[in-house]
């Protein structure tokens, strides 16, 4: 293919697979009116049911892959510790408990924005953001039998600030967020 046609081909095919992305961006949209709201609804209730935390130590939110269950990570842990606080692991079979109740794959996502102590072992915040996404996966699969195939995980460290527009009100970049999603995929 000479220069020339490579310069009308290209960005047809960008128009082609963009129009693709908005349309099923469109049927994604009106699949999540239906269904979504409706399922992510019953799943949060059944969250708020079982999870006695206050305003200010929890958010729902809903968004196209799921229900975001984001939970303020000093309930976990403590300042640069990896080891689950008591409040932590109870939170945690609760949370285990309302996992059992339905067959959706969970991701654990740790976001940390903090000052590391050299003392941690730890270099940056994506390091211990990912071992605490880990410990708490750990726990859900070894302590409370949640299915390994069903948890995910993953640390951002603090490249994920909270976004202020989902919220109203102030949240912590400080979460640990269990995304259960309302859908099925395969590893």
């Known amino acids: 293919m000479d220069f020339g046609l490579k310069q009308i081909v290209i960005p047809v095919i960008c128009l082609i697979i963009l129009a693709q992305k908005a349309y099923c961006s469109q049927e994604a949209n009106i699949y999540m009116n239906i269904n979504f709201d409706a399922r992510s609804s019953y799943v949060q ?5 079982n999870l006695q935390l206050n305003a200010s130590e929890i958010r729902y939110i809903k968004v196209p892959r799921g229900l975001i269950v984001s939970i303020a990570e000093n309930i976990f842990f403590t300042k640069n510790s990896t080891r689950i606080t008591p409040k932590g692991q109870q939170l945690l079979q609760s949370i285990a408990m309302v996992l059992s109740k339905f067959n959706n794959k969970c991701v654990i ?3 940390t924005d903090e000052t590391i102590e050299q003392a941690s072992g730890y270099k940056e915040d994506w390091e211990i953001s990912i071992h605490r996404a880990n410990v708490i996966a750990q726990y859900l699969i070894q302590c409370c039998k949640v299915s390994s195939d069903r948890i995910y995980t993953i ?3 603090n490249t994920m600030p909270f976004n202020e527009k ?3 009100s102030q949240f912590t970049d400080n979460r640990i967020n269990f995304v259960i999603f309302d859908y099925t995929f395969r590893r």
Request: aromatic residues 14%; glycine residues 14%; negative net charge.
């Open 45 to 49: 209730n059944e969250f708020k049911k």
């Open 155 to 157: 640390g951002f460290g």
């Open 109 to 111: 996502e740790s976001h």
């Open 166 to 168: 989902i919220s109203d």
